[in-house]
């Protein structure tokens, strides 16, 4: 499993708990705002399930028997039901689009923090490796060579 506090992994979909790797910070902040709104879990299930091969094969079979059975005349009918059913599947479509925009950003932000602390302690790290360095220098070959003036020819 993965290295989650138990409330954590319950937050997270099934999907994400697959195999051994550690999640992102951002990915876990994300899970757990969209578990604490009812309106957002049932969008996103909406979402997954207007996602799916089930979705389509269901559909195809109502479809059919509406036209073949349920009316004479199907298309006004028909067509204002899946005119409807697109309207509301476009919103659930942007609805996801829009929040996994905001997720995209958390983590870049995330990621940008973590790379400029990791560039300062770096330009720190070379900082002290350099003079470390020159210090040692300077006690192994003594003070005049610190300078690397031009050599005298006497």
Same mark, same amino acid.
């Given at each position: 499993?993965? !290295? &989650? @506090?138990?409330?954590a992994?319950?937050l997270?979909?099934?999907?994400? &708990?697959? /195999?051994?790797e550690?999640?992102h910070?951002?990915?876990?902040? %994300?899970?757990?705002k969209? +578990?604490?709104?009812?309106?957002?879990?049932?969008?996103?299930?909406?979402?997954?399930?207007?996602?799916?091969?089930?979705?389509?094969?269901?559909?195809?079979?109502?479809?059919?028997?509406?036209? $073949?059975f349920?009316?004479?005349?199907?298309?006004?009918?028909? #067509?204002l039901?899946?005119?409807?059913?697109?309207?509301?599947?476009? #919103?659930?479509?942007?609805? /996801?689009? +829009?929040?996994?925009?905001a997720?995209q950003?958390?983590?870049?932000?995330?990621?940008?923090? *973590? %790379? %400029?602390?990791?560039?300062?302690? +770096? #330009? %720190?790290?070379?900082?002290?490796?350099? @003079?470390?360095?020159a210090? &040692?220098?300077?006690? $192994?070959? /003594?003070?005049?060579? *610190?300078?690397? /003036?031009?050599? !005298?020819?006497?």
């Amino acid at each position: 499993m993965t !290295s &989650l @506090r138990p409330e954590a992994s319950r937050l997270v979909p099934r999907r994400l &708990l697959k /195999g051994t790797e550690i999640h992102h910070p951002a990915v876990i902040d %994300e899970a757990r705002k969209r +578990n604490a709104s009812f309106q957002l879990r049932i969008a996103d299930q909406i979402t997954t399930f207007a996602g799916s091969m089930s979705f389509v094969w269901i559909h195809a079979a109502i479809f059919a028997l509406w036209m $073949l059975f349920f009316e004479h005349s199907p298309w006004p009918t028909l #067509t204002l039901v899946v005119s409807l059913e697109a309207i509301f599947l476009s #919103t659930f479509v942007m609805i /996801g689009q +829009n929040r996994q925009a905001a997720f995209q950003q958390t983590k870049a932000d995330h990621d940008y923090q *973590a %790379e %400029e602390l990791e560039l300062k302690t +770096n #330009t %720190e790290l070379t900082r002290e490796i350099h @003079r470390l360095t020159a210090e &040692l220098h300077r006690r $192994l070959m /003594g003070p005049a060579s *610190a300078d690397h /003036g031009p050599a !005298s020819a006497t």
